[in-house]
């Protein structure tokens, strides 16, 4: 959970909060989907699971959209770099 707090509060810390805020709706997805099938088949265990489910959802998002956006913003900056040095 500490992944997904870290990367989920650094990614809406520059301004896409949409990215961040989409790793929500995957946990509430996931949430719902155990709600709708481990629960009726494993009970108690099925509720137990919910939040660990939950949350490998949101990591399986969040981790590759903040690589992506790490790339995207080196690369702004490289050609901010670049164009500055040309002025």
Do not use: H
């Amino acid at each position: 959970m500490g992944i997904l707090v870290i990367l989920r509060y650094s990614i809406q810390g520059l301004g896409y909060s949409n990215l961040s805020m989409m790793s929500g709706v995957m946990e509430m997805i996931a949430r719902c989907g155990v709600n709708f099938w481990l629960v009726p088949a494993l009970a108690w265990i099925g509720v137990c699971y919910a939040d660990l489910i939950a949350w490998i959802m949101a990591d399986l998002f969040i981790v590759p959209a903040f690589f992506w956006l790490l790339r995207r913003l080196k690369t702004k900056i490289a050609m901010e770099t670049e164009a500055n040095k040309e002025n």
